[in-house]
């Protein structure tokens, strides 16, 4: 019984120094609505997308970091297509302008470049600025808009929006929150990280028990 005990314990030990070895993280579901231009007319288009954080702590502290997304674009008269790519979550705007979410991702045919802009006053308004996505659709390889092209020259042509004000999206994205590399008693602390980092001073009015 003794050697099984200590065995149990060793083992514990272990994972424990396994996980504080390994860059805490988290992940989580995206999913959007909207339309597409692609190939001369506008179409009904949605992305299902899995994001991933792999280092939270790097992450909070230098927000060019990019997370990695992979997931599924649907397009009328399309294929669905798997996709990959990056997302730089809450990077610094040009000229000081506010804070951009930086969606990028291919798949075998095509390409996506798109922000969402949240501005530093936009209070109450975060809600609409970090759920609009506005972008442009290209066969792969082209030459992409550059970020200021669609912060000041309005150079998208596809709109997709995460739909907050539905109760059943709200649920899944909120659900699928999972940490990565863990332990139990910091899953918490890493989801507090993640709120704060994201919505700031809003976060102690929207989650209190967060903060």
């Known amino acids: 019984m003794k050697r099984l005990l200590a065995l149990v314990l060793l083992t514990l ?79 610094p705007a040009p000229n000081d302008d506010g804070r951009l979410l930086t969606y990028r991702f291919t798949s075998a ?15 109450a308004e975060v809600f609409d600025d970090m759920t609009t996505l506005h972008g442009m659709f290209q066969p792969k390889g082209q030459t992409p808009p550059s970020i200021p092209e669609l912060l000041y020259q309005a150079l998208w ?14 649920w899944n994205f909120t659900m699928s929150f999972q940490t990565i590399n863990t332990p139990w008693y910091e899953v918490l602390e890493v989801e507090a990280i993640f709120v704060v980092t994201v919505f700031g001073a809003l976060a102690h009015t929207l989650f209190p028990w967060l903060c």
């Not at 579901?29 to 299902?48: F, I, K, P, T």
């Not at 045919?109 to 209070?123: E, M, P, W, Y």
């Not at 709109?159 to 907050?164: C, G, K, R, S, V």
């Open 157 to 170: 042509t596809s709109e997709l929006h995460f739909e907050w004000w539905d109760p059943s999206t709200v």
């Open 109 to 123: 045919t095509l390409q996506f470049n798109g922000i969402k802009h949240v501005r530093d006053s936009a209070g």
């Open 13 to 91: 030990l272990a994972l424990t120094s396994t996980a504080a070895s390994a860059a805490r993280g988290l992940k989580f579901a995206e999913e959007m609505r909207g339309y597409a231009y692609w190939d001369g007319e506008y179409r009904n288009a949605s992305v299902s997308l899995k994001v991933t954080i792999q280092d939270i702590d790097k992450w909070s502290v230098d927000p060019n970091y990019p997370a990695t997304v992979t997931g599924t674009l649907f397009m009328d008269r399309v294929s669905a297509q798997p996709i990959s790519g990056t997302l730089q979550i809450l990077a």
